[in-house]
């Protein structure tokens, strides 16, 4: 909310754990993402742009505008030099960063975008949207053919809860959605993209927070936050609640598992904090 993107040295024992502040957007962060190689850091926020930053320089490289607030961005999993991104007023926008412009626009009438996830293979992205109206969820979540611009199905979810978070399993044929129904969805990742109503990870709460979920390496568990504070952690196969940990006092908003050490999860609170657990 102040501007600025922290890059954080998190095993230091000193008082240098903050490593590196960037201060170039001009209004609130609202996502941030590291390059695969990790050397650089793509983020974007409500000065309607995207802003690609080479961290060990410390000089931003290239401004991406928009004409909407921007919410969300992702780099494309085998393109280093694609990323996705989406906005306040429902527009999803494929950019090249080797000439800075948007090579694809994918335009269906949405409300705000809250999430967007590239399949395993890159050809399809999953987004979701804030677009419930009544007692129906019109388009909240859309599969894309990446290539083609078109939605392949705009009737995956249909009941009355918009899904702040959409992950692909790592290896299985699904992905998950959390929804503010207070529990996660699953659904099939090859068409129609049908939802399991058989199986759904239940325990925590949501509450209109934008809680996130993310799975383990492995992909054998699944990670949530919870309007309760607490970090929950499932049972990906039986959809069991292995184990809850509290964390803090407010919300937990996002958990994530770290991508080489597998006993270790980031977690960050409502007001601001941010936790690493081992």
Not at 120 to 127: C, E
Not at 200 to 206: D, N
Not at 246 to 266: E, G, R, S, T, W
Request: glycine share 6%; hydrophobic share 35%.
């Amino acid at each position: 909310m102040d501007q600025t993107v922290h890059v954080w040295n998190v095993w230091s024992n000193n008082s240098q754990k903050k490593a590196r502040v960037f201060n170039y957007h001009n209004a609130a962060v609202k996502d941030v993402r590291w390059s695969q190689e990790g050397l650089f850091l793509l983020s974007c926020g409500f000065d309607c742009s995207s802003r690609l930053v080479d961290v060990e320089k410390g000089i931003e490289t290239q401004v991406f505008k928009e004409d909407q607030a921007v919410g969300v961005v992702r780099f494309h999993p085998d393109n280093p030099s694609l990323f996705l991104s989406g906005g306040m007023k429902g527009l999803l926008r494929l950019w090249d960063v080797r000439d800075s412009k948007a090579v694809q626009e994918y335009v269906q009438g949405l409300g705000p975008i809250l999430d967007v996830e590239f399949s395993i293979d890159a050809k399809h992205f999953i987004s979701s949207s804030d677009v419930s109206r009544g007692n129906v969820s019109e388009k909240s979540i859309i599969v894309w053919d990446v290539r083609r611009q078109v939605p392949l199905s705009n009737q995956v979810y249909v009941e009355a809860y918009t899904c702040p978070c959409i992950r692909y399993h790592p290896f299985d044929s699904c992905f998950v959605a959390q929804s503010n129904g207070n529990y996660i969805a699953i659904f099939s990742s090859r068409p129609p993209f049908k939802l399991d109503k058989y199986k759904r990870y239940e325990k925590h709460g949501v509450s209109g927070f934008p809680i996130k979920c993310n799975f383990s390496l492995d992909g054998e568990k699944l990670a949530s936050g919870s309007s309760d504070g607490c970090i929950y952690l499932y049972s990906y196969r039986t959809s069991e609640l292995l184990r809850k940990i509290k964390a803090y006092d407010q919300a937990c908003i996002d958990v994530v598992f770290h991508p080489v050490l597998p006993n270790v999860i980031a977690s960050c609170c409502w007001n601001g904090n941010v936790s690493v657990f081992e």
